[in-house]
């Protein structure tokens, strides 16, 4: 069974960046699966932001379009979560998952 990983959260300013991995145990993973992104804000129930299939199509949460983006690098192990111009209410623990694969989650703080 794969295993998911997310990195690259932490405390950011709003207006400011930051750039989700979710790196994959098995390579070229994402090339035959989708990937999903997930988020729970504090004191909330998890909500969809974002996902890509393997063909790489892509959609995303009204409340995260045009500042989010998806995507995967060459080799289909890794899927990233590129999210701009973030607000304090993107602040959440934000995990990846592929089918019934899940990762264990990032923190994403954003101050006012």
Do not use: I
């Amino acid at each position: 069974q794969v295993q998911l990983v997310e990195s690259g959260g932490g405390l950011v300013q709003s207006g400011g960046s930051l750039r989700l991995s979710c790196t994959a145990s098995t390579f070229g993973f994402f090339s035959h699966n989708a990937v999903d992104w997930y988020r729970q804000p504090p004191g909330k129930q998890r909500e969809f932001v974002a996902f890509m299939t393997s063909a790489g199509t892509k959609d995303y949460a009204d409340f995260v379009k045009g500042r989010f983006t998806v995507f995967r690098d060459s080799a289909k192990r890794v899927a990233y979560l590129q999210m701009n111009n973030l607000n304090p209410e993107d602040t959440a623990v934000y995990y990846c998952t592929s089918g019934p694969n899940w990762g264990p989650g990032t923190q994403v703080t954003v101050s006012s």
